[in-house]
């Protein structure tokens, strides 16, 4: 298991447009990768694609827009955009604010993109973002998409799916086989013990939006999952989640092994 809080990690600066926080690198995982994503105030991030990996943006903090394709959405904390393999997506920061997000991403196969860590993707991408910013196009990447995109999704808030009364709420906000990626909003009622049996084809990545508890992976290493903590599953691994005092609230992303 690998349990960090969401502000701190190895800090990767992508040519001055946008500074990544490592949270769970890809070489920790088989098909997983967590970053906090900021981009700089007042900043119109570089459109570009990726057709090895699927993202999900959870907004923490700043305000702005967020492009997926055509469709173009305001964003602000508890918004949430998924951005399927190959649609060109784009972010924008509207004030003198930092616009900053959890970035999950999901890979279609174990290449990774051909880069051994998140520290060696930035080394080679970080100039072509930094000429994808400057003309405003998405063909500084020379790739060309040889599948079908699917479309984007937007939820503007998804702490309108929670009320007062709200308790073990389950919400499959993503699920997509042929993506690897499943994303669900789970809410956990306080004091509450969940088991969870070995999967071999899941490895998965909660992060606590509200409340705390206590995880315990194969009967033996136990630790304390906070709100803003992102903790890692691997694979057939069993685990099992003893919630606090208060009802927890957090996001569920499974990565689909073969």
């Given at each position: 298991?690998?349990?960090?809080?969401?502000?701190?990690?190895?800090?990767?600066?992508?040519?001055?447009?946008?500074?990544?926080?490592?949270?769970?690198?890809?070489?920790?995982?088989?098909?997983?990768?967590?970053?906090?994503?900021?981009?700089?105030?007042?900043?119109?991030?570089?459109?570009?694609?990726?057709?090895?990996?699927?993202?999900?943006?959870?907004?923490?903090?700043?305000?702005?827009?967020?492009?997926?394709?055509?469709?173009?959405?305001?964003?602000?904390?508890?918004?949430?955009?998924?951005?399927?393999?190959?649609?060109?997506?784009?972010?924008?920061?509207?004030?003198?604010?930092?616009?900053?997000?959890?970035?999950?991403?999901?890979?279609?196969?174990s290449e990774k993109e051909g880069h051994s860590t998140f520290a060696d993707h930035i080394e080679k991408v970080k100039q072509i973002r930094k000429r994808q910013a400057v003309s405003g196009k998405v063909d500084a990447d020379n790739e060309e998409t040889n599948f079908?995109?699917?479309?984007?999704?937007?939820?503007?808030?998804?702490?309108?799916?929670?009320?007062?009364?709200?308790?073990?709420?389950?919400?499959?906000?993503?699920?997509?086989?042929?993506?690897?990626?499943?994303?669900?909003?789970?809410?956990?009622?306080?004091?509450?013990?969940?088991?969870?049996?070995?999967?071999?084809?899941?490895?998965?990545?909660?992060?606590?939006?509200?409340?705390?508890?206590?995880?315990?992976?194969?009967?033996?290493?136990?630790?304390?999952?906070?709100?803003?903590?992102?903790?890692?599953?691997?694979?057939?691994?069993?685990?099992?989640?003893?919630?606090?005092?208060?009802?927890?609230?957090?996001?569920?992303?499974?990565?689909?092994?073969?």
């Amino acid at each position: 298991m690998i349990n960090r809080f969401y502000k701190q990690g190895q800090k990767l600066d992508v040519a001055g447009l946008n500074e990544i926080t490592v949270l769970i690198d890809r070489s920790e995982t088989e098909l997983t990768e967590i970053g906090w994503n900021c981009w700089t105030p007042n900043q119109d991030g570089p459109p570009h694609r990726h057709n090895d990996k699927s993202q999900i943006f959870y907004v923490t903090n700043g305000v702005g827009k967020i492009h997926l394709g055509k469709k173009v959405f305001d964003a602000k904390p508890g918004s949430l955009a998924c951005v399927p393999a190959g649609l060109v997506h784009q972010t924008i920061t509207t004030t003198e604010k930092r616009l900053c997000y959890i970035l999950f991403n999901v890979f279609l196969n174990s290449e990774k993109e051909g880069h051994s860590t998140f520290a060696d993707h930035i080394e080679k991408v970080k100039q072509i973002r930094k000429r994808q910013a400057v003309s405003g196009k998405v063909d500084a990447d020379n790739e060309e998409t040889n599948f079908e995109t699917r479309p984007g999704k937007f939820y503007k808030d998804l702490f309108s799916f929670i009320t007062k009364d709200t308790a073990n709420l389950k919400i499959t906000l993503l699920d997509e086989k042929a993506s690897r990626i499943q994303l669900k909003l789970l809410s956990y009622s306080a004091g509450e013990s969940i088991h969870n049996a070995k999967t071999k084809s899941v490895e998965q990545t909660f992060f606590v939006l509200r409340g705390k508890a206590l995880l315990t992976i194969e009967n033996d290493t136990t630790e304390k999952a906070n709100s803003g903590n992102v903790f890692f599953i691997p694979g057939d691994t069993a685990y099992d989640i003893k919630v606090g005092n208060e009802d927890m609230l957090c996001l569920c992303l499974s990565a689909l092994i073969d």
